[in-house]
């Protein structure tokens, strides 16, 4: 087994609000291995945006209140500001989901792409300028030499969302995090992205972890998911085995909700009972037992804590740790 | 597609010329036809003087000939003539002109120079005491009349100084008479008064730049910024400044009109001889013709000096200008 | 309207995390107002503003009860008295009591300033409505109207027209007016054009209702708030503007008191009365602080969002 790239132990984040203290990343742990493509899913506020902020330290003005982020066997939670900006942009990168808004209106694309690498390397404007072209073209964009002169209006949403990957890749990031950076694009350029970070993970062997609320955009890209809600780690384990046999009431009910095009025509959707809970106010035991078909006497009690299950999967649930088997209509 | 823009802004201004042309001309038919201003304060003007003057106002031909004689006036650089002296008009402005504009300039300049670092500092420690504090000032600059902040500046740094004995700035003029015209001895004449016309714009775009930083600080790219793992300085200075001063250029580019008439009370507490100070002079021995000369003027710049913010608004925003 | 908590979006960085907690609805009137009482400092401001109102329309009972003494009351024999006893303020260059000058002066300046405000606003409303509802070519050539009375530089506009019109309280509010009418018009367009859109426009106009009345009735209680705080906001611009124009000597005439016209003489008094430069001076100031600071309350209450 090969050292993981990326540990996270029982992560703790915190937002300080006047209605209370907002427990947004509430004990997350897992691991990033070198090479691979790790989803992350869960619906808005459950938790996966911040836990990846925490990671780049990039939280504020939420706070980090406890666990490690093992980098390369490196606490980055312990690092000075100093120490963390030689590791964001160059080891560790981030893409983030609307990519109008998360490029400088003011400064030509090029220039853009290539100050990672003037930052980092220290190379002049020419060559990380060069650099950057030939990044562009092996993202895709045609004519790259002359598109680098352009501003990022002047591209389209999935042009600039492939800019935003280039400049995300120019110094060989040993892990590239993608914070939903498909929802803002029609679906034809979704799949393209999708496409592209396929490529792009095959092709230079950085880790991705790729964070989404969409399951059909884990189907494809990923080889282990981790399922959050209300701030924890809820189910993790490989995609084939997860969306065959979900070990968690959540994430089977995420599942049955998908509409299926082989269904009867007559058949009700089945959406999930219930609302997201406020993470001020968290339900007693576990955060979703009020939503869920398979309560137990137990689940309003206690914490389930993410226990392994099976061979691969992993789950954080009674019912399920006890070894029944989730099915229903 | 700057040149669109810049034609279709250009084209609006003409309009707006010919507009106030016409008012211009409304407001001297409304209030003239029998009545030539000033005249029943000089009981000496015989009818035949009184019939001469509106001759020469023009006040007894149809309106749209007078029209067309002033905008073919204007054309050629005629601003009309005096009532009181026949002098003309723009003989007083080209007098005049660059003494306002040195005095308008420098304040806006000094504004910049102080407004700029206050609001920055304002949005990078917003909520602190500084930032109430820098708030306080500022929103009380607002409320401080121009004319009074230069008297009490004149008491302070004239009058009282010279009292005790210590070295002091003059309170008139824009040199001294005697011995005067030096750079150090204009720039002693200009401190006062330019550091009263800048207070206001102290006050405003330093609050201005603050909420346009935090604003622009709160962007998604200043996120991308800093996971692009840079120094918060240059976040700050290189990424958001930048983004946070185009509108600042729009608000310094709504002064530009102003730059001759925002002066004229400064000017008069001052004794500046720039074209306010002018238009005051005349207006009080009710010599209509130069007022109104003045003003049209000014009205000129005003309109050049909204499309040349426009343009510049243009040249500076990407968008516009490759949009 | 009793509903669950939700929690907003947690996904970026300094985002606000909001919770709605149940609460009987509230008109949106009440609610400003509600947000207005709450802020100590705008509230004071406003307090402060009435009270110099007050003080103004009372000022014969000021002058009978307080001083003692009547604003155009030259006494020779009393001449730059400095401040304490019978002239508790001290007197000008004539012997006048300055504190009742200063009372009668905010009388005229208040007065001034308040009906310019009535005056922008009735017209700039009536025009901004008009040239917003009706659009097409009577909205340009309202607009283009409107431009070419801003684009005439407004200091210059008040000189000329003191020199056509002799200058008296009404005539003065009438002067600034015309310039001040021209933004409050172009804010009434602004909000007649969003408003306009709204189905329930469509729906009145649909059953008959003449433009008048859907004007009136539907769309100016919805543009109010937009005049208020242009209203609060504006008082304060106005003062100063007045009281340069009476200071200029092209405003308020002498021997009427004016905050403005007090200090017209005011370099000759650096040398012996400084105070008679400080006291008009300051009340200017307090009063433009307090009408600032109110309409800035003013603006938070009825919109929170613009708030920085």
Known sequence: ?329 | MLAKYMARRFLASIVVVLGVTAITLALMKTTSGSYVPGIDLNPSLRPEDIARLRADLGLDRPGWQWYITWIWGVLHGDFGHSMIDGSTVTSHILDRLPNTIELTLTAIVIGVIIAIPVGVIGALRHGSKTDHTMTVVSVAGFAVPQFWMGLILILIFSVTLEQHGLPWLPSSGAYSAVNGGDFFDRVEHLILPATVLSFFYISTWSRFIRSSMLEVLSQDYIRTARAKGMSERRVVYLHGLRNALIPLITLIGLELPGLVSGGLVVEVVFGWPGIGKLAFERALQYDYTTVMGVTFFATLLVIAGNLLADVLYGVLDPRIRYG | MIGPSRVAELDMPGAAIETTTSRPAQSYWNESWERLRHNPIGMAAGVLILIFGVVAILAPLFSAVLTHFQPQSVDLLATFKPPGGAHMLGTDELGRDTLTRLIWGGRVTLGVAFLTVGIALSAGTAVGMAAGYYGGWADDALMRFVDMVLAIPAIFLFILMSILIHPTPVTLALIIASVGWGNVARLVRGEVLSVKQRDFIMATRSIGARDVRVMIRHLLPNVLPVLIVAASLGVGQIILIEAALDFLGLGIQPPTASWGNMLTNAESYFYHSAWLVYFPGVMIFVTVLCSNIFGNAVRDAFDPRLKS
């Not at chain 1, 189907?219 to 998911?225: D, E, K, L, S």
């Not at chain 1, 968290?282 to 037992?289: D, E, Q």
């Not at chain 1, 009020?290 to 993410?306: E, K, N, T």
């Open chain 1, 1 to 329: 087994m090969t050292e993981p790239l990326l540990e996270v132990k029982d992560l703790h984040t915190v937002f300080n609000t006047k209605e209370g203290v907002v427990k947004a990343v509430d004990g997350v742990s897992f691991e990033l291995y070198p090479g691979e493509t790790l989803g992350i899913v869960g619906e808005s506020g459950c938790g996966k945006s911040v836990t990846a902020l925490s990671i780049m330290r990039l939280q504020r003005p939420g706070k980090i209140v406890g666990g490690k982020v093992l980098f390369k066997g490196h606490d980055l939670v312990k690092n000075t500001e100093d120490e963390m900006r030689e590791v964001r942009g160059k080891e560790i990168a981030m893409i983030f989901q609307d990519p109008m808004t998360s490029l400088n209106p003011v400064y030509r694309t090029g220039w853009q792409v290539a100050e990672p690498l003037r930052l980092h390397h220290g190379w002049d404007g020419k060559k990380s300028l060069a650099s950057a072209v030939s990044m562009l073209t092996r993202v895709g964009i045609p004519s790259a030499a002359h598109r680098a002169r352009d501003y990022p209006h002047q591209f389209s949403g999935g042009m600039r969302q492939r800019v935003m990957i280039a400049m995300g890749l120019t110094t060989t990031p040993a892990v590239l995090i993608a914070d939903d950076p498909t929802t803002a694009l029609d679906v034809t350029i979704q799949a393209q992205i999708l496409d592209l970070l396929r490529h792009v993970n095959r092709e230079f062997g950085t880790a991705t972890m790729l964070i989404t609320h969409n399951l059909g955009v884990v189907a494809g890209m990923c080889q282990r998911i981790i399922v959050m809600y209300a701030g924890k780690i809820v189910e993790a384990g490989p995609t084939t085995d997860v969306f065959a046999h979900p070990k968690h009431p959540y994430t089977w009910s995420l599942l049955r909700s998908i509409p299926r095009l082989d269904a009867d025509r007559h058949e009700p959707l089945k959406p999930i009972e219930g609302l997201p809970p406020s993470l001020i106010d968290l339900p007693s035991g576990c955060a979703f037992h009020p939503r869920c078909a398979f309560r137990v006497d137990r689940c309003p009690r206690d914490v389930p804590q993410l226990q392994t299950v099976n061979d691969t999967q992993q789950a954080a649930c009674w019912v399920t740790q006890a070894g029944t088997e989730l099915k229903g209509a």
